[in-house]
């Protein structure tokens, strides 16, 4: 099932095995830069609510955009979060 694969694949990240600098020398591209200029321009109206609504900042939210999904689809992330958390949680 694609959620198991995601959470063992999450588990094994390499930001948990790798040196700060390793890790954004690696990751951090122009292309991220870029595309994350691009995107905040694009959804600078719903960037402004949700920071303005939840205190989240727009360019915390950006970088983990970028991060998590390349600025792809957030929904698998978010769902491999949900799995994480149900996975760790006991309800008693």
């Known amino acids: ?5 995601s959470v063992a694949l999450d588990r094994v990240q ?3 095995h790798e040196e700060v600098w390793q890790y954004l020398n690696i990751r951090v591209s122009d292309w991220r830069i870029r595309t994350g200029k691009e ?7 719903l960037l402004a609510r ?3 609504d939840y205190a989240v ?3 915390i939210m950006l970088g983990l955009w970028g ?4 600025f792809g689809d957030v929904v698998l992330s ?3 979060r949900a799995a994480e958390l149900a ?6």
């Open 39 to 45: 995107r905040a321009k694009e959804y600078a109206e």
């Open 57 to 59: 900042d727009r360019y």
């Open 78 to 80: 978010l769902a491999v």
């Open 1 to 5: 099932m694609q959620v198991e694969h």
């Open 14 to 16: 390499p930001e948990f």
């Open 67 to 70: 991060m998590e999904s390349a």
């Open 50 to 52: 949700v920071e303005r």
């Open 87 to 92: 996975d760790t949680t006991t309800l008693s």
